[in-house]
């Protein structure tokens, strides 16, 4: 492989329901830092039906190109369809890196992709960075239960890819003045070359539990002691009209549904407040949701991680602070909380 045919940095546009999911826009964000750092074009590749007009959205976030396969046959997401699409545009384009956002169908598609082009993907990366003189991709993430971090590097093989989770990354604010180029593609795939069909689509009808879309998150951890104890945070985010989420100990130990968790192996997170109880602050749960507005600690162990992660941390007992400042809180309903 010639590694110097390799040029550019591409990110995956989403598609959904009408619309670029936003993660594709955070990563156009990262890729634009990384494209000037190198000197490359951005581009984003868009796949679907009726897509075309999308591409627009790609622009003000940072994008150069957007390469668009609008055609019938990606209607709907089917791995081998988009795959082959996806790999004919990489075979006749040749970037370096391509980013895709850590959803059910980026992780899907990327590790198709990384599977059959044989080259390396780093999945859940919370940090991105590139060497201006090498090209290599610096894709860091959590290893060994998130006591380390680890920064992976796919040395021969191009394209290099990551895939990111939503809200770890920022999108940069949208500039309207900015134009690029649309570059239509297609691509010779019937029906009978795919072999899945998708015969009905069902939405999920229940109650999800919205962490990432949260403004405030009550979190608890395993300084609560039991299920009965962690009730107090369900009593608190109740009566502040919060969010609950919780550690990774917390949900293993059985006290709250794998839903409510942030953090590495959960959900990550950017409210405007985050409380942090009873959360010892492992490197697993900090990248969940480092990137809060405000976040307020409290702890009994003042040599606790958390506390240098946080904007205020209270060292103490939650069963005796949490109760006074829910006393608080109702005193002054009305009063407006500004913070950073």
Not at 57 to 82: C, H, K, L, M, N
Not at 118 to 127: E, I, K, S, V
Not at 292 to 321: M, R, T, W
Request: with cysteine; hydrophobic share 40%.
């Amino acid at each position: 492989m010639n590694l110097e045919e390799y040029r550019g940095i591409w990110v995956y546009l989403e598609a959904r329901d009408g619309q670029i999911a936003p993660v594709s826009l955070e990563l156009l964000g990262a890729g634009r830092q990384m494209a000037d750092k190198r000197g490359v074009p951005l581009a984003g590749l868009l796949i679907g039906d009726g897509v075309e007009e999308l591409a627009q959205t790609a622009f003000p976030y940072g994008a150069d190109q957007v390469y668009v396969y609008d055609q019938r046959i990606f209607a709907d997401y089917r791995t081998e369809s988009y795959m082959r699409a996806v790999i004919e545009c990489v075979e006749k384009h040749k970037p370096e890196i391509i980013l895709y956002g850590a959803t059910t169908t980026g992780k899907d598609l990327a590790s198709a992709v990384a599977t059959d082009l044989q080259t390396g993907l780093t999945a859940d990366t919370t940090m991105l960075d590139v060497n201006a003189e090498t090209g290599l991709l610096e894709a860091s993430r959590p290893a060994f239960g998130g006591n380390i971090m680890a920064t992976i590097l796919c040395k021969k093989h191009r394209p290099q890819m990551a895939t990111v989770r939503p809200k770890v990354m920022k999108a940069l604010e949208a500039d309207q003045t900015r134009t690029g180029e649309v570059i239509k593609e297609s691509i010779k795939l019937a029906e009978e070359d795919i072999r899945t069909k998708v015969l009905k689509i069902v939405r999920e009808t229940r109650e999800k539990v919205r962490l990432d879309e949260a403004d405030v998150i009550v979190a608890g951890g395993k300084g609560l002691g039991s299920k009965e104890g962690f009730q107090l945070i369900h009593r608190f985010a109740e009566s502040i009209g919060a969010t609950v989420g919780a550690s990774r100990d917390a949900v293993e130990a059985g006290w709250v549904d794998h839903a409510h968790q942030v953090g590495q192996t959960g959900v990550t997170v950017t409210p405007k407040i985050y409380f942090a109880i009873g959360i010892s602050g492992a490197i697993q749960h900090l990248v969940g949701m480092r990137n809060s507005g405000l976040i307020i600690a409290i702890n009994k162990d003042p040599n606790a991680l958390i506390f240098q992660a946080c904007h205020y941390g209270i060292v103490g007992d939650a069963f005796e602070i949490v109760p006074l400042l829910m006393k608080a809180f109702q005193k002054e309903p009305d009063r407006e909380v500004t913070y950073g």
